[in-house]
């Protein structure tokens, strides 16, 4: 597969087979994926591969967050939706002070999560890269062990073999790109 097949196919996947996808493969991935374009070599993302208890400490978090805002029905559907997800991952930025060294940092880790996401296709994995409100929650820091007052999420990224491919269209390319003279 050329990168461009592997960037013109690669889809979010929301529905993901119960299959785990070997630790060892995602750890390539990351390791490939770190050499993203970042200004400084900052090297600012970290990672967090989640198991079986911080998944469910995060699921009931979420579950708390959904009920306050749209009720207990649609808790227990995202609850079992997310039960049903067999990796996760956590990405964070390294917080600074300096607001033009904190966009470039949070660009460079964009790119590493894209380079995660083709990476992972190309293996026939299925990412879903989500930045819902538990992510900013300090129950979520606290679950997945990065001190908040140094890291920020970048997301969270659920991982595994696709149950079924979506299809997607793109605006042309004029909409969007304008020659400048």
Known sequence: ????????????????????????????????????PNHYLTEPWRFYLLGDQAKSAIIEVNSAL??????????????????AVPGWLVMTVLKSHDEKKQLEDYAACCCVAQN???????????VKWTTGE?????????????????????????YGFPEQVGTQMRKPLEDSLQHVL
């Open 1 to 36: 597969m050329s990168i461009a097949d592997i960037i013109l196919n690669r889809r979010t996947i929301h529905t993901f087979k119960k299959e785990k996808v070997p630790d060892t493969l995602i750890e390539e991935a990351l390791r490939t994926s770190r050499w993203a």
């Open 66 to 83: 959904i009920t306050c805002a749209k009720g207990e029905h649609v808790a227990a559907i995202k609850s079992r939706r997310w039960s």
């Open 116 to 126: 995660f996401m083709l990476y992972l296709w190309e293996q026939g994995v299925g």
């Open 134 to 158: 538990v992510v900013s929650t300090i129950e979520f820091a606290q679950t997945v062990g990065f001190d908040s007052d140094a890291e920020r999420p970048v997301g969270l990224f659920w």
